[in-house]
């Protein structure tokens, strides 16, 4: 319905209820700023970063097993640093145990 036809479908109730006719916003509705919505955007992908790095933290110093799916993965696709650190630490809980993947040596079960 365009404004027009809606106006004058409006125009009659409204004289008869004895109220002045409702006006159409024609600006819309304004969102949030462009950079304050950047910011939100940015704040969670860091949300979903620190979700991430906490998890994998979380696996390869507290984890009841060094089986957990989606640590390994998560170890496995850390830079070489963090990965040889993470392995580090799995390898003091678990070393007499097989290595998770990404830890594993060319055997697939011994520490590399």
């Known amino acids: 319905?365009?404004?027009?036809?809606r106006s004058a479908a409006l125009t009659p109730l409204a004289?008869?209820?004895?109220v002045?006719?409702?006006e159409l916003d024609t600006q819309g509705k304004k969102g949030p700023?462009?950079?304050a919505r950047l910011a939100r955007?940015?704040?969670?992908?860091?949300?979903?970063?620190g979700g991430v790095f906490g998890y994998w933290v979380w696996y390869v110093t507290s984890a009841g097993s060094q089986f957990t799916s989606p640590g390994m993965d998560l170890n496995n696709v850390m830079?070489?640093?963090?990965?040889?650190?993470?392995?580090?630490?799995?390898?003091?809980r678990f070393g007499d145990q097989s290595a998770p993947f990404?830890?594993?040596?060319?055997?697939?079960?011994?520490?590399?």
């Open 33 to 35: 700023p462009l950079r």
């Open 15 to 18: 004289a008869a209820l004895g």
């Open 79 to 92: 830079p070489a640093p963090l990965n040889r650190w993470g392995c580090d630490q799995l390898k003091k």
């Open 102 to 112: 990404g830890c594993a040596a060319s055997d697939y079960t011994s520490w590399k």
């Open 1 to 5: 319905m365009t404004p027009e036809e």
């Open 20 to 22: 002045r006719p409702l």
């Open 41 to 49: 955007a940015f704040l969670v992908i860091l949300l979903i970063l």
